[in-house]
């Protein structure tokens, strides 16, 4: 029993602040950074649409989880949330899995973009670069929770910083741009809405993120307040920019330039001024790279909370005296995205990624909804929300999810 008491424990060192730049460093810097070009090519003109469409889609499940998060703050939360909802250790083990899996995808993909922006200063190829940029943020991520998050929210302002810049660039360069918004909105066609419809698979793939504060539960201080607050202000925040910086995107650049582009808001750059921006080459490559950091530290905190739970063995739930972080879950991780990052397309990924992601909403938000039905009031301080959220927060996601793969 002395040897249990003694073993080494996660930290409660995260606040509201840390939490939510660690949110949208995972947010911000998978989607945007990446993937802009990918969603011009399918919505064209009308990308900016697909993008709050996805964001309606998130918004529910973001209040589940947002409840589910202050029920039960712990690593590795949809595993828990699905064995206590829906009263399935078999499903609680294979929602836990996808997610790992969604991170660890996600992170392959954006690997291949922080890769393809460095390659403005680097002149080496684009795998090696990869191979190198997952190793060096793989010891970041094994080095300590507070000091991978602090390194991660001062690499979220910077690429904050980048987009607003983005922004300026486009107003200034093009003064008028305001009164061509009215073009974003799609007419009445069929043809125009399913392009629309179909870019919004790829466009959700830049909304994820929110989830992975769910399962850093065990590192926040005062989770039952500092979970949905964070949750809430990173989708709202994420939306704003977003809709932003893909509406100057696409009315200043051709989206046949964009779609053919792994580091498409560089263009902006290239067209406006005649040479690429070093500054906001350098932001992207913060931008990206942070994002791999942030889904390594999931991907990771999942597979120990897995352990912990007894559903997978127990070298999972190891923790390092020293770093006090997974460390074994932490090199499997960074091993499986080494391999994804080498063989497999951006694109490829980033659907895969929407898809897995899209599934563990579905169960998630059944098992909020089941949970509310036979699980009794929650405790005091818990985040509530009607019982109707969960339930269109899972058609939302099912339907999306049919629709990607009808398509």
């Known amino acids: 029993m002395s040897q249990i008491k003694s073993a080494p424990t996660l930290k409660r060192a995260l606040t509201l602040p840390l939490l939510t730049l660690y949110g949208l460093g995972v947010t911000i810097g998978a989607g945007i950074y990446v993937l802009v070009g990918a969603t011009a090519a399918r919505a064209g003109l009308y990308a900016p649409v697909s993008f709050l469409l996805a964001a309606g889609a998130v918004a529910f499940t973001a209040f589940s989880y947002s409840e589910l998060a202050t029920r039960h703050p712990v690593s590795a939360g949809e595993a828990a949330y699905v064995r206590v909802g829906l009263n399935s250790k078999t499903l609680s083990l294979i ?5 790992a899996l969604s991170g660890i995808v996600s992170s392959a993909a954006i690997s291949i973009g ?13 795998g090696f670069l990869t191979a190198v940029l997952i190793l060096l943020l793989g010891v970041t991520a094994a080095w300590g929770i507070v000091e991978s ?21 486009g107003v200034t360069a093009h003064p008028d741009i305001v009164a061509e918004l009215h073009t974003l909105l799609p007419p009445l066609e069929t043809e125009v809405w399913a392009g629309v419809f179909s870019a919004v698979l790829l466009a959700f793939f830049a909304f994820v993120g929110f989830e992975d ?18 949750i809430i202000l990173t989708l709202a925040i994420a939306t704003l920019l977003y809709v932003a910086v893909v509406s100057v995107a696409v009315l200043t650049i051709p989206a046949a ?7 498409p808001l560089a263009l902006l750059f290239d067209t406006e001024s005649g040479a690429t921006s070093t500054i906001f080459i350098t932001i992207a490559v913060i931008a990206t790279t942070n994002g791999v950091l942030v889904q390594m530290i999931m991907s990771s905190r999942v597979l120990y909370g897995l352990g912990v739970q007894e559903s997978l063995p127990a070298l999972f739930a190891r923790i390092s005296p020293v770093t006090r972080t997974p460390v074994t879950a932490t090199a499997l991780v960074v091993g499986l995205i080494m391999v994804l990052a080498l063989f497999f397309p951006i694109a490829g990924l980033a659907e895969m990624t929407s898809r ?52």
Not at 114 to 126: N, R, T
Not at 149 to 169: K, N, S
């Open 95 to 99: 929602v836990g899995l996808l997610v």
């Open 114 to 126: 922080a890769a393809a922006y460095l390659q403005h200063f680097i002149d080496l190829p684009a």
């Open 149 to 169: 998050i602090l390194i991660a929210g001062v690499m979220t302002l910077i690429e904050i910083g980048g987009l607003g810049l983005v922004i300026y660039q």
């Open 213 to 230: 504060m769910a399962n850093v539960a065990e590192e926040v201080k005062s989770p039952s307040k500092t979970l949905p607050r964070a």
């Open 257 to 263: 330039e964009l779609s053919t582009s792994a580091a």
């Open 356 to 407: 897995i992601v899209l599934a563990v909403f579905v169960i998630v938000n059944l098992a909020l909804w089941r949970l509310k039905r036979v699980g009794g009031p929650p405790k005091p301080g818990v985040f509530v929300v009607a019982s109707w959220v969960p339930i269109v927060g899972a058609l939302a996601c099912l339907l999306l999810l049919m629709s990607s793969i009808i398509a």
